[in-house]
T-cell receptor, first 115, second 110 residues
Framework: GAVVSQHPSRVICKSGTSVKIECRSLDFQATTMFWYRQFPKQSLMLMATSNEGSKATYEQGVEKDKFLINHASLTLSTLTVTSAHPEDSSFYIC???????????FGSGTRLTVV | EDKVVQSPLSLVVHEGDTVTLNCSYEVTNFRSLLWYKQEKKAPTFLFMLTSSGIEKKSGRLSSILDKKELFSILNITATQTGDSAVYLCAVPTYYNDMRFGAGTRLTVKP
């Protein structure tokens, strides 16, 4: 079955630094990937949709200059949280869609803590 | 290592059929298990289960947890084409992050 690998699973960084999160589709080509954010006791919140080879589409309220998304190949998407602040501490999870008619596969998520 | 395993990964049925989706887990300091339905983008929340043997129902959907055997099932009766979606099982870990299963892709044919 389709597998999406997300790394790192947990990261702690200092305020003002940048953190990169990777999401890889291991056995299929992901034409579309989604990045979610989850606050405690809440459901996933879609941050952005990225399509291979084109710019990501950000949801309303999500700062595109702060959350840089790159989907340069059919198997890799990255989310970079730039100039991180404590309020960026959250759980980030990616999801990949193989084709228009295929379901979604989630990565295992990344717990980001900014201190 | 915390782990959530769903089965089957894919299921195709016809309208009116009843389906059972499975989720097993291995999580340190278990507190709850959640079910989500995902159709287009963000998954939508279905149930949160914390106690064994207590069935939760919402219309044609129901779910139950077995904390002794470390699994949960999600039942959908009299399925409709609108039930076609990916159903996700997730468990918060000791560190409060959510470990998701790979999902079950349900297709309901007319």
């Amino acid at each position: 079955g389709a597998v999406v690998s997300q790394h790192p699973s947990r990261v702690i960084c200092k305020s003002g630094t940048s953190v990169k999160i990777e999401c890889r589709s291991l056995d299929f080509q992901a034409t579309t990937m989604f990045w979610y954010r989850q606050f405690p006791k809440q459901s996933l919140m879609l941050m952005a949709t990225s399509n291979e080879g084109s710019k990501a589409t950000y949801e309303q309220g999500v700062e595109k200059d702060k959350f840089l998304i790159n989907h340069a190949s059919l198997t890799l998407s990255t989310l970079t949280v730039t100039s991180a602040h404590p309020e960026d501490s959250s759980f980030y999870i990616c999801s990949a869609r193989q084709t228009e008619n295929y379901g979604y596969t989630f990565g295992s998520g990344t717990r980001l803590t900014v201190v | 290592e915390d782990k959530v395993v769903q089965s089957p990964l894919s299921l195709v049925v016809h309208e009116g059929d009843t389906v059972t989706l499975n989720c097993s887990y291995e999580v340190t300091n278990f507190r709850s298990l959640l079910w989500y339905k995902q159709e287009k983008k963000a998954p939508t929340f279905l149930f949160m289960l914390t106690s064994s043997g207590i069935e939760k129902k919402s219309g044609r959907l129901s779910s139950i947890l077995d904390k002794k055997e470390l699994f949960s099932i999600l039942n959908i009766t009299a399925t409709q084409t609108g039930d076609s979606a990916v159903y996700l099982c997730a468990v918060p870990t000791y560190y409060n992050d959510m470990r998701f299963g790979a999902g079950t892709r349900l297709t309901v044919k007319p």
